[in-house]
């Protein structure tokens, strides 16, 4: 991989031409040689495609007032780019987005805006514990209007010298951040996916989602690499 530098004529190359991958992650801009995918069809590739092909169809069939709707909201709400913070995601951007949670949720799409009112998250960090042989994750992170889902995401066991995930972790549970905060035993879920759960003093990657089930705010935390309590 070779780092790029960018001049004021070309600012950024993203995407694959021919061999080639450019990209912008965590070290800034790179090019590197793209990689062949081996199986392209696992259940956690499908699953996400088959959710955008369900919200494809779902944003075709709304009304253009409902569409204008979301649009009004992005424009009220504006939320940067990633890649590019000078530009705004537009309100179907914010609509498919939100609702790519919703459906990994386990949540209805929600086609019309209930209420705009944007809640204030008190963060306080999701935490692992190894109790009795049992996984269980919590999150005592609050809502100021207790509207806020939580989609909280796992890793293998790494070293605890390890600061970048390099998406490792995998969705494990989602819940309500009700006033009491959430804590549940995640071992059935973690097994399935990793396999033996980590013990404790070990070291986990933790990520943690949250969006407002009302609208389109959603609120995104990085990868932490946690020990296990």
């Known amino acids: 991989m070779a780092r790029i530098l960018y001049s004021a004529l070309v600012t950024s190359i993203n995407g694959s031409i021919g061999g080639t991958t450019f990209q912008r992650n965590a070290y800034g801009h790179t090019v590197k040689k793209k990689p062949n ?10 699953q996400p495609r088959a959710n955008l092909q369900t919200l494809a169809g779902v944003w075709a069939s709304m009304t253009t007032a409902q569409r204008n709707a979301w649009d009004a909201y ?11 913070p ?12 939100v609702n790519l949670l919703r459906l990994q949720a386990g949540l209805s799409v929600l086609i019309t805006i209930v209420s705009s009112a944007q809640s204030v ?15 269980w994750f919590g999150d005592d992170s609050t809502d100021s209007l ?6 909280g995401s796992l890793s293998a066991v790494v ?5 970048y995930d390099k998406s490792r972790t995998r969705f494990i549970m989602t819940g309500d951040l009700d ?12 097994t399935n996916t990793f396999g033996v759960i980590p013990l404790t003093n070990q070291y986990v990657f933790v990520r ?10 959603v609120i995104y935390y990085p990868s932490i690499n946690q020990i296990v309590s």
């Open 37 to 46: 995918i081996v199986n392209p069809n696992t259940i956690r590739q499908a």
């Open 74 to 84: 992005a424009t009220a709400n504006p939320v940067p780019s990633r890649l590019n």
């Open 86 to 97: 000078n530009a705004y995601l537009s309100g179907h951007a914010q609509w498919l987005r």
């Open 121 to 135: 998250l008190t963060y306080s960090g999701a935490g692992v514990q190894n109790i009795a042989g049992q996984l």
């Open 146 to 151: 207790n509207v806020m889902q939580m989609i």
């Open 159 to 163: 070293k605890n010298s390890q600061t």
């Open 179 to 190: 006033p009491g905060g959430i804590f549940n035993n995640v071992t059935p879920q973690y």
């Open 208 to 217: 943690t989602v949250y969006f407002n089930r009302n609208n389109g705010q």
